[in-house]
């Protein structure tokens, strides 16, 4: 047995503002979240949960991981970024070439993600939210592949990718070169044990798959705060956190 992804979550400034954001371009219900937060429920195939939890730290260097959201016509991308952008989403550079076809934004707070153009053949048979895009090693590709149990969809080049047996989007990583880690990222997953399974079993399991325990602030019996092979945070929490 594997650990189940739960959510995607995002370190916010102003949590209700980001989790409206991505709710309203997504069409994901808005829910309460029991850790002071803010939880969107996937309307879609997707798999897991968005929170948005609070903090004070200032977003300063481009993020880890990005949404790529797909597109079936030229029209439907104009139409996905013309949203976006009303909800608060900014045009953003970040070296991108106009024959690439993605538009790339960041949403309120900063955070980069891509409306792709259509007829892209890697996520030709994924939905709206096509890739959760990594930057990242292929070792710790592999290592989300046994973590989670998905099987790898590619492994070429040192770029690896994962996606659920279930569907969903695809979690791709791109290889070398990994940019340097300044900081906590502001994106993690949230992991739970497999369906009456134990957090601390869970916990020793991810351990000899190559994660360590981080001690991240005061003890909490309901979360062990862990890092991938590449030093990205993550957390296992129980089914009640």
Known sequence: MT???VA????????LRLA?????????ELADDPRDG???LPGDDTGFRIRCLETREQKTVPNQMHFDLTSTSLEDQSR??????????????IGQLPEEGHVVLADPEGNEFCVIAPGNEFLADCGFVGALACDGSQQVGYFWSEA????????????TAVRSPHGGPKITWGGPPVAPKTGKNRLHFDLAPPAHGDLHAEVDRLVSL???????GPHEADRV????PDGNEFCVVSPTA
């Open 225 to 228: 705060v862990m890092a991938d």
């Open 210 to 216: 190559g994660a360590k325990r981080i001690d991240a």
């Open 3 to 5: 650990a189940q992804l």
């Open 8 to 15: 995607l979550c995002f370190d916010a400034n102003d949590p």
């Open 80 to 93: 996905t970024v013309a949203r976006a952008l009303e909800l608060g989403a900014r045009h953003i550079d």
């Open 38 to 40: 803010f939880t969107l």
């Open 20 to 28: 409206r954001f991505w709710g309203g371009l997504l069409g994901w």
């Open 148 to 159: 989670l149990g998905w099987p790898l969809v590619w492994d070429q080049d040192l770029e």
